[in-house]
């Protein structure tokens, strides 16, 4: 199971500033690696899921959104 409140790719330039393009393109796989391995995905908000099936490519049948933290 893996649960976050938002992708790696949703965070560049939200909170996260200057990353080099090798750091994003380490995170980003690593990002990617982990939602691949992952057989079920938890996120807070469907502004994470949408992007875990837009930029990602997940299968949207694994992901459930739980509101928490401040999406609740």
């Not at 949703?10 to 939602?35: H, I, P, R, T, W």
């Not at 992952?38 to 049948?61: C, L, M, P, Q, R």
């Amino acid at each position: 199971i893996y649960l976050s409140d938002a992708t790696y790719h949703l965070m560049l330039d939200y909170y996260f500033f200057g990353v080099s393009e090798n750091d994003k393109k380490c995170f980003n796989k690593s990002e990617q690696d982990a939602l691949n391995k992952a057989t079920d995905i938890i996120y807070s908000s469907d502004w994470a899921k949408k992007d875990a099936v837009s930029y990602y490519g997940v299968n949207e049948d694994k992901i459930h959104v739980l509101p928490f933290g401040g999406n609740l």
